[in-house]
């Protein structure tokens, strides 16, 4: 089955041109079932960029997929057209009264500001509060992660010396995990982020499980059931070419930055970057899809009940 978005979206087009299955409004109305309803709050400035990525891996499953975009109510993004916010975004005080099978909270370049000096953080904490009573499970990624972790269990993020950044090996520490289903004993994850969260600071709050690790990055992904979340501190959605666009951007602007690791061929960046997570990326994500399939009410009205 395909994801469902509207066909004048920037990804349609996308997805169709790399053989994802989507369908419009009309298509899906001659469906007779319930599709998935799944929100993705992005807080990305490269929205459509993100929107691509998300929608590639949550498409590829057998399931019917209706996706909303979500902005923060009073947040004004200034890297997209406003037209295209306006014609395709949702402001999170528009669906706060919505259940959702779903909800994806995209990281955000904000990781060196103290969560309470973020301007939009008193809306997340609501947003946050509102996943417990309407929607049924919730994937953070990157700083949307951290700020999860933080904000239920208190798990601190901490500044590193020198920037994560490249495709860095990671074990598979729960092979039982059904969201791990079908993994290697070990992959490779595009890292890009300035904070980590500590191993033991997160296996010393209450109820989390750290599924996936890296000696060289820490932390990857991290369950937390009693809150219907995963966690990932990394970027599994990242296309091939996302980390080289951000190494160029840096030198072209003269910050300091190390060529990413284990990412080009004989770390030279004069070779074309290879993809070598694309294939668990798709396992991750259609796991979690898998599994609110096979636990949400058919009822939305009793999600969160």
Not at 110 to 134: A, G, S
Not at 192 to 217: H, Q, V, Y
Not at 232 to 260: C, M, Q
Request: proline share 7%; charged share 25%; glycine share 6%.
């Amino acid at each position: 089955m395909p994801i469902k978005i509207p066909s004048t979206l920037p990804a349609y087009d996308v997805l169709t041109r790399e053989g994802v299955m989507v369908m419009d409004e009309d298509q899906a109305a001659r469906q007779d079932i319930r599709p998935l309803k799944i929100g993705l709050l992005n807080l990305m400035p490269k929205k459509i960029q993100t929107e691509n990525q998300f929608s590639r891996l949550i498409g590829a499953t057998p399931l019917q997929i209706e996706l909303t975009l979500i902005r923060m109510s009073e947040h004004k993004t200034r890297n997209t057209a406003a037209e295209h916010m306006e014609e395709f975004y949702r402001s999170f005080e528009e669906v706060k009264h919505q259940k959702f099978d779903g909800l994806i909270i995209t990281g955000a370049p904000i990781e060196h500001l103290p969560f309470e000096d973020v301007t939009y953080w008193d809306e997340l904490k609501e947003v946050m509060d509102w996943t417990q009573t309407n929607v049924h499970s919730t994937f953070g990624v990157c700083w949307g992660g951290m700020a999860m972790i933080n904000y239920f269990h208190g798990v601190k993020k901490h500044i590193l010396e020198h920037k994560a950044f490249g495709c860095f090996r990671h074990q598979n520490l729960d092979p039982a995990s059904p969201y791990l289903r079908g993994f290697s004993d070990d992959c490779v994850i595009p890292v890009s982020r300035w904070t980590e969260m500590k191993a033991d600071e997160i296996n010393a709050a209450d109820g989390l499980n750290i599924l996936l690790g890296s000696e060289s990055t820490g932390p990857c992904l991290v369950e937390d059931p009693a809150h219907r979340a995963l966690y990932i501190f990394n970027h599994f959605e990242y296309d091939s070419g996302t980390l080289k666009e951000e190494y160029d951007r840096d030198v072209a602007s003269n910050t300091p930055i190390n060529v990413p690791d284990n990412y080009y061929p004989d770390d030279n960046p004069q070779n074309p970057p290879q993809n070598r997570w694309r294939s668990h990326a798709h396992l991750l994500y259609g796991n979690w899809i898998n599994e609110i399939y096979q636990s949400t009410p058919f009822d939305m009205d009793d999600i969160g009940a």
